[in-house]
């Protein structure tokens, strides 16, 4: 199993609406501390420094992937709070109930 795992988006995918591709749910999902670039709405799902870790640019990439590669409790307690975070508010039952929400608005029966 990687110690730090990294995530970076297509230039194009960085700058739409649902620019988060499912590798972001699938590593946290794994119970993996993430590192990844900053994709638009981003910190509207997770807490940037808690349960993520988001770099602006590839030397902040470097110094991040080389910190958490020898702090074994920080990466352990990110990858905890990702990992959580999935688990209480991004499973395919959340994604589901809330297309039913839009679905049920949308199309009153």
Do not use: W
């Not at 990439?61 to 307690?77: G, I, P, S, T």
């Amino acid at each position: 199993m990687a110690k730090v795992c990294i995530n970076i988006h297509r230039d194009n995918s960085r700058k739409c609406h649902t620019a988060l591709n499912l590798r972001t749910f699938e590593i946290l999902g794994s119970g993996q501390i993430l590192i990844s670039d900053r994709v638009v709405g981003i910190d509207e799902l997770f807490e940037v420094g808690k349960e993520i870790i988001v770099c602006e640019n590839g030397d902040e990439f470097l110094d991040n992937v080389e910190r958490y590669l020898f702090d074994d409790k920080a990466r352990q307690r990110i990858a905890e709070a990702g990992y959580s975070k999935i688990i209480h508010a991004h499973t395919i039952t959340h994604r589901a109930k809330q297309l039913q929400k839009i679905i049920a608005k949308e199309l009153p029966l």
